[in-house]
Structures are given as C-alpha cells and as structure tokens.
C-alpha cells in the first residue's frame, strides 16, 4: 500500500510498504477514506519529538472496515467509522476514568508514571512516535486500529467524511479546551493560535455559553478565517500590543478564560532561537506566557497546545500571585466524542469550513510543505487515498 512515511527531519515520503494485518483478536483494519495533516505532525517532522526509525505518520483518519478480528462482534466489513486518536483499552483504571490519553495498557514499552521527555509517558497514539507506542498512523490506504470496539465510532447514515473528519482530534481538543473552563455563560474567552485546533476552540466556546471571543495570530488569513466562520473579534500582535488590547476590551482586567492553542512551534524570534539552544529547550513557552499576562486574576488557562520539554524561568510567581487555575494536556476523545457526534448531525456546528486543501495522498509532501510554511493561505490539508 502507499502511505506518508517519515524518514527524518523533515522529510517525509509517500512509500510503498507492507499492508496492515490483524495482529490482536480486537483490531480491525480500515480501508482509509480521508485523513488529514496536524499542528502535531509537524512536531516530528521538525524534530521536537524525537524519531529514530520510519514510521507512518496520521493521527486523524477514518475509512470503512476492511477486516475484523476474532472477537470483534460489533462492527462488520463496511461499516464507515471514525478513529479517535489516543490508543485505550477500555479497562483500565484511566480509561475508567475517562482518562482515556492516560491509558496504562497501549504503550507498554514507555508507559510511566513520570512523564518525562523520553520514558514514563502516557497512551499510545496513532502515527506519534515510539515514544508513544510506535502506532503506525492512518495517512495511509489502509490502517490497524486496535481495541477498535471501545475506540472508533461508526458514522451516521447520510454524514459526508469530511463533517466527521475533525471528531478524531481537532474538535475534541478545542472542546476539551473550552470544557476544562467550566464556564458559567457570559465570559469572555481569547484563544491564542488560530490555527485549526484554535478555530475549533472558537466554535466551541460559542457553543459552551461565552459572550465574547477574541482570536490571536499573527496571520491575517487565518484571522480572516476564524472572522468569517466563527464571527469572533481578532488581534494579530504583529499590529497590537495584544495583552494590553485584551486588558483594554475588558475594563483593564484581562480574559476570563485564555487557551493557548499553539504550544511549542510558536512563531521566535532569532533571540529566541538561541536562547533556547542554550539552555537546551525544544522551542517555546511564550504563548503560555502570554496566557498568564492577558487572563483577569482568578481566571484559568487551558493548554492544548504540545508541549514536550521543560522551560527555564517559569513565570510560577504570576500564576501564583494572579490565583490562576492552569489545566493542559491531551483530549480525552473518547468521553466526548459521542456528543460532538450529535452537535454535528444536528447541524449545531460546521467542522469542514476549515479545509483548505484537499489533495491525493501521494501529494502528502507537497501537503506537509505548505501547511508547515504557510504557503498559499494553507489551515488545514486533507488527504485522500
């Protein structure tokens, strides 16, 4: 079959390799019907998550199911489905919990506790590392899934690939970002990032009862995008000073709720640059930081962007003075998915307004290319195999 294949820093192929095969009594096989590139496929393609050997890449995919397992009994060849991206049991004491990202069962080679750089991580996800259980993705014609009756859900009758695409990844991390906010109705919530996980973020902060949201990125396309799909007020901080706008647009004393949804690719400076080589950091914190500065005192701060290594001069003392509440971390697809499902099949939100490329996946290096350097007004690409 063919598939995306990462090789090294930046360079990724679309290769002929073996096709997947059953390998567990609970895995099925999918025949890849759309797929797309994320903000988190660049992290290894830019070698903040280190790879050693080749792996094929794609977190966000669906298809129709090719092959079943011995003990799956509720799904059949032909059924279309969708594929959350963390890997989970189903059984353990996290997925319990529904902390499905925190699965102690799917990444049995570098599952810890710890959570460090390089061991004691969490759940296995598709197409994201050996540090993540070496999963091979689904930018691919066809893609293992296992624990597949707890993971994939099937689509509805009469539902396009691409309104169900983004319920893999993308709207469930924008959602979980407005969600771990608890808003109340009335806030004022700034998302930092654009991007497609910061566009999904801003549909659903309408949805979850806020008045008023602002958009920041420093490209005016994508602000234009996040104005005109999601009706939200915009700053590019190549223009403003955005912390005082914000400080400015709410009586002086900042968001109720900032979501940093860019993380550690943020746009640097080349004093950036070298202070990070320094003092051996992958990237930057800075939008975190700016989180910190722009929410009122009391406010929270929801992270959703990567982050994979540790920062110096961590800005605790404002956190601490300014009684800020922080969640971050990786969406629990699974305990929401079920729920977006119905928003989009009672038309209460549009997913697919964010596609702007839609190529063959043998394109997927023309795909990457765009998509990393922003070319030709690029948010999001979709493959097709």
């Known amino acids: 079959m063919k598939a995306a294949v990462f090789h090294k820093i930046g360079d990724i192929r679309v290769d002929t390799v073996d096709d997947p095969r059953i390998e567990m009594k609970g895995d099925v096989i999918l025949k890849v019907t759309s797929t797309a590139i994320c903000g988190s496929d660049l992290h ?44 989970a049991c189903g059984g353990c004491f996290f997925c319990n919990n529904d902390l499905h990202t925190h699965c102690e069962n799917s990444n049995p080679e ?24 070496g999963y091979a993705g689904g930018q691919a014609e066809y893609a293992r899934v296992q624990y597949s ?3 994939v859900r099937k689509v509805p009758e009469g539902m396009t690939d691409e309104q169900v695409l983004f319920l893999t990844d993308i709207f469930p991390t ?26 999904m973020a801003q549909k659903a902060a309408w949805l979850q009862g806020a008045k008023r949201v602002i958009a920041i990125d420093p490209l005016d396309y994508r602000l234009d995008m ?17 912390i005082e706008a914000i400080r400015e647009m709410t ?11 860019v993380g550690t690719e943020a746009e640097r400076s080349t004093m950036d640059k070298v202070k990070a080589t ?23 701060v929801t992270v959703v962007g990567v982050y994979g290594s540790p920062y110096n001069n961590f800005p605790v003392h404002r956190i601490f003075d300014k009684g800020l509440t922080i969640k971050m971390g990786q969406a629990m697809v699974q305990r929401y998915i079920d729920h977006l499902f119905d928003l989009v099949k009672n038309e209460k939100v549009v997913l697919n307004d964010i596609i702007t490329h839609e190529i063959p996946l043998i394109e997927a290096s023309h795909g990457y290319d765009i998509f990393k350097h922003k070319q030709d007004d690029c948010v999001k690409v ?3 195999p």
Not at 183 to 191: M, Q, S
Not at 226 to 238: G, Q
């Open 44 to 87: 290894i393609y830019d070698g903040f998550f280190p790879q050693l050997r080749n792996q094929i890449l794609g977190h966000e995919f669906m298809g129709v199911v090719e092959e079943v397992g011995p003990n799956v009994k509720d799904l059949k060849k032909g059924d279309r489905v969708v594929v959350p991206f963390p890997v």
């Open 110 to 133: 570098f599952y810890g506790p710890e959570g460090n750089m390089l061991n004691g991580k969490g759940a296995g996800l598709y197409g994201y590392t050996d540090l993540y259980g």
């Open 149 to 151: 009756e707890f993971n």
């Open 174 to 199: 924008g959602w979980a970002a407005i969600d771990w906010a608890n808003l109340k109705g009335g806030e004022t919530v700034a998302i930092f990032g654009s991007g497609p996980v910061g566009l």
């Open 226 to 242: 996040a104005k005109k799909n999601n009706n939200v007020e915009t700053l590019n901080p190549h223009k403003v000073d955005v």
């Open 251 to 261: 009586s002086g004393r900042g968001a109720d709720v900032c979501v940093d949804a």
């Open 278 to 300: 320094l003092l051996m950091e992958k990237g930057t914190n800075k939008v975190m930081e700016m989180c910190f500065e722009a929410v009122r005192r009391g406010g929270t």
């Open 382 to 384: 979709v493959l097709k």
